[in-house]
Structure formats: C-alpha cells, structure tokens
C-alpha cells in the first residue's frame, strides 16, 4: 500500500512557476512509476507527465519544454517543477503511482492516488 500527499498548488500569475512535491510512503517508493495527472473543472483527467524507477521521462504535449518531473528516493518524494503557466494549466493536479515499471500515460495503470492540489492561473 502506498499513500500519496500532493503540496505545493495555489495562485500564480501567467508566467509564473511553481514547484508541486508528492510525498510517498512506503519502503519501495523507488520501484514505483510515478505520474501527475490534471484535471480541470468539466474534463476528464489528463497525464501530464511520468518518470519511471529507470528515470525514464514522458510529458504531455501541452507542457513539454515547460514542465520538468523529477523524483528523490531518498525521500520519497516526485516533483513536478511547472514554468511559464498558462491560465489554460489551471486544474487539480494528482500525483499517481503504479507498480507498472514501464513508463504510462493512462490513468488506468496507476493503481494509487493522492487527493490533488489546486493549481490557479491568473491572466
């Protein structure tokens, strides 16, 4: 079992950045794929980006070369660093993990979730 805890949402302006952190429990956190997922009021959730326990890397088309996953086993811990907002990246954010060790973009693989954090973006 593994429990997820976002933090680091809130109100920024376009342009803005932001850092959001997901802290894991668990002993196998660095066995585990870990991805953020988004959802905005009326849509469905949407991947945003994954890292694998190999390190490998995947974005979403709408954040790439904005946005940068990363993780620290030592501390359990997945960062999703979010530069150059846009108001359009204004949603919950969800960090997911799954025991999948291929790199997934669908929500359907990862079998654990945290609560999400508002990320607000102003124009």
């Known amino acids: 079992q593994v429990q997820l805890v976002e933090s680091g949402g809130g109100l920024v302006q376009a342009g803005g950045s932001l850092r959001l952190s997901c802290a894991a429990s668990?002993?196998?956190?660095?066995?585990?794929?870990m991805g953020w997922f988004r959802q905005a009021p009326g849509k469905a959730r949407e991947f945003v980006a994954a890292?694998?326990?190999?390190?490998?890397?995947g974005y979403a088309d709408s954040v790439k070369g904005r946005f940068t996953i990363s993780r620290d086993n030592a501390k359990n811990t997945v960062y999703l660093q979010m530069n150059s907002l846009k108001p359009e990246d204004t949603a919950v954010y969800y960090c997911?993990?799954?025991?999948?060790?291929?790199?997934?973009?669908?929500?359907?693989?990862?079998?654990?979730w945290g609560q999400g954090t508002q990320v607000t973006v102003s124009s």
């Open positions: 997911a993990a799954t025991q999948v060790s291929a790199y997934s973009d669908s929500t359907r693989l990862y079998d654990y």
């Open positions: 668990g002993r196998t956190f660095s066995s585990y794929t």
């Open positions: 890292m694998t326990s190999g390190g490998r890397t």
